[in-house]
């Protein structure tokens, strides 16, 4: 790879950080991923974290799977623009590979929880950062029960720790943006026009 202050053809001074955050059961997944495809230099911040992998889980396309001592040197090294600790498991984003994107006039799409856009805004003021809700409380809980995945008490537990994370996100006054998610596809479109608008702002 080239170095980072070699310029690029392709390289633009376009270059924003987006960060997209959500509780579970929200579809911020997808939401991210949609961004993703439908904006052509947007590129997926792949987070580092402790926690073990799932079988829906690819290495280095959701995740880097790293031990507890891995992700300690590598924050003693300051590798990391921010960190949190999610469920008792660590999550980190990688700076280096950011800051390389944002050279090359990339929109960085980090998905991460509130403790970590605070961490980012305070960094990268000028970065945008989305936070999706459910329709309502109800529909939270009925999607978090359609999954199939936990036990009615893990499910309860990740409730009340959605609603925990809507009430941070909206102390916290880093999110420029609460997209509702009551469709994909329109929120995916209403995700895309907003950053559209950041990117036009920042220029
Ligand atoms: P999961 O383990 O379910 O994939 O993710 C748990 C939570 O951690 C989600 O809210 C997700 O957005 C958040 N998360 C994933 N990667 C990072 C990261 O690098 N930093 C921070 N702060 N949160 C992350």
Known sequence: MAPADHRLPTDTDNGLLLIISGPSGVGKTTITRGVERSIPDAVFSVSW????????????????????????????????????????????TPSDWVVEQLKRGRLVILEIDVQGAIQVKRKVPEAFAIFILPPTEDELLKRLRERKRESEDQIQKRFA??????????????YDAFLVNADLDATIREAVRAVERARRAVR
């Open 49 to 92: 974290t402790t926690r073990a992998k799932t079988d829906a889980d690819v290495e280095g396309v959701d995740y880097h799977f790293v031990t507890d001592e891995a992700f300690e040197a590598k924050k003693a090294a300051g590798g990391f623009l921010e960190t949190a600790g999610v469920y008792g498991k660590k999550y980190g």
């Open 161 to 174: 720790a959605a609603r925990r994370e809507i009430a941070a996100a909206r102390d916290s006054g880093v």
